[in-house]
């Protein structure tokens, strides 16, 4: 792990020595921010801080990618001029990545009737509320963070490689500050992934990953001890750059499918199909006469915490016809038909359950968010924590579910016998 090479200017070292710490301060955020309930005060002042750190991020690239024009650095010592093409590659895919990623943000927030603020300081709203367009570019934006995932293993998984190879690991085989930035990034991946649930496995998922990379490095210093130096090719030819840009393109292509993979996010809905179905009213009449709803004990706290906190991640709960998310507006859900909210572009598969007369009484609920993908094979939606196969749980979300998309004021005693359809006789609400 010799010094970074040659040839790189004061400000190109400067910027890219500071850009992973920022990086990692925008993770945490961001992590914090996906697990932080919209309901909470603490994540207007997330979202502040959020675009704050993504801005410094976008000074920070614009600087370094002037630098970079300006630069011509030659291969360190032993390290092959393939090897250097490559590194350069990932580093610059990764700085294109976050050049975008902020101001596809904005339009997202913008597209979302959301006011921007960087700390104190509030942006003008340049964009009418769109929700086309807030689909794509929140779909591209989160797409970004996939990308960079991608990149990062990419970077971190080369510098394993070349490290024992030749002896250049993260950082002297990459441009200054890009291998720590890969691995400071994917640490705070793999604690995102560790915990969508809960925070308890994070740091011990870190400190595997940590324990993992020590062991290489290890590796790799004993192996350095006993290789003898030998000539490697220090030209870096026109096909190996164009192959290390044609790699990096593919990564990109890849990461860029995450949110659907993962998600089943599309960036793109096709048509709205619900115009009106046989009278419904975006959901304005409740279908059940009577919801029961328990009290919330300690174990539906913790679901709503660990799980439900997902759900709204999703779906708005409130009155307000098109107020969409990714998934439909879920205000007074229960007991009405499936696929019906107008206004929402339902997969193929939702449709044909509507069709079939699906409605969401207690058990059709618990039987698709226990695995949605298995019950209704084709559906779009995918929760975030993983299939809910537990009864217990399954009951603790319907109960946070009725609570929250009963209609306003009505904690569970909506007394208009009328507005029940026939055939829907039981109350939907019988505790179990
Ligand atoms: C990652 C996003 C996402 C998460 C998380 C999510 N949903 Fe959904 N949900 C969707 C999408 C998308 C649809 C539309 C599915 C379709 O058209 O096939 C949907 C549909 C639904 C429907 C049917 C609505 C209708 O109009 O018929 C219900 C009910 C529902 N979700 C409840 C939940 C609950 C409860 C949770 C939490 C356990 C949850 N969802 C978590 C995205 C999500």
């Not at 961001?30 to 919209?38: C, E, P, Q």
């Not at 394993?160 to 930035?181: D, E, N, Q, W």
């Amino acid at each position: 792990m010799a010094s970074p090479p040659p040839g790189y200017s004061r400000l190109g070292i400067v910027s890219g020595w500071t850009l992973p710490f920022l990086y990692v301060a925008h993770s945490a955020v961001t992590i914090m921010l996906a697990r932080t309930d919209r309901l909470l005060p603490l994540r207007e002042e997330l979202r502040g801080v959020h675009y704050l750190v993504g801005g410094l991020i976008l000074v920070a690239v614009v600087l370094r990618l002037w630098a970079w024009t300006r630069e011509r650095p030659a291969p360190p010592p032993g390290l092959p001029a393939s090897a250097f093409a490559w590194g350069r590659a990932l580093a610059l895919a990764t700085l294109l990545l976050l050049l975008a990623a902020p101001l596809l943000g904005l339009v997202y927030a913008w597209a979302d009737g959301l006011p921007v603020r960087f700390g104190p300081l509030a942006l003008p709203q340049l964009l009418e509320r769109d929700r086309a367009l807030w689909q794509a570019a929140g779909y591209f934006h989160s797409g970004l963070g996939f990308m960079l995932v991608v990149l990062n293993l990419a970077t971190v998984l080369s510098a394993g490689l070349l490290l024992l190879r030749f002896g250049h690991g993260l950082v002297s085989a990459f441009p200054p500050g890009h291998g720590l930035f890969a691995f400071l990034g994917l640490s705070s991946t793999v604690y995102a992934f560790a915990t969508f649930r809960s925070p308890e496995p994070g740091p011990v998922a870190v400190g595997v990953f940590w324990a993992l990379a020590a062991g290489v490095a290890a590796l790799a210093w004993w192996l350095g001890r006993r290789r003898a130096p030998r000539a490697v090719s220090r030209r870096v030819s026109p096909a190996a750059r164009v192959a290390a840009g044609l790699g990096a393109a593919a990564l990109l292509l890849f990461g860029a499918a995450g949110p659907w993979l993962l998600f089943r996010v599309s960036p793109f809905s096709g048509p709205a199909d619900v115009a009106v179905v046989d009278g419904v009213d975006w959901h304005v009449t409740p279908a059940v006469a009577e919801l029961s709803i328990r009290p919330p004990d300690a174990f539906e706290r913790q679901v709503e915490a660990e799980t439900f906190k997902w759900c709204r991640f999703c779906h708005n709960l409130q009155p307000g016809g098109d107020q969409h998310k990714v998934g439909p507006n879920l205000y007074n859900i229960v007991g009405q038909r499936a696929g019906t909210v107008p206004g929402f572009a339902y997969s193929e598969a939702m449709r044909r359950a509507r069709e079939a007369g699906l409605v969401w009484t207690e058990e059709a609920l618990a039987a698709y968010i226990a695995d949605p993908q298995r019950n209704m094979p084709g559906t779009t939606m995918i929760v975030s924590s993983g299939p809910i196969p537990d009864p217990k749980v399954q009951a603790a979300i319907i109960n946070i579910l009725k609570r929250e998309t009963a209609p306003r004021g009505g904690h569970g005693r909506q007394a208009d016998p009328s507005a029940a359809p026939a055939g829907e006789e039981r109350p939907a609400g019988e505790a179990r």
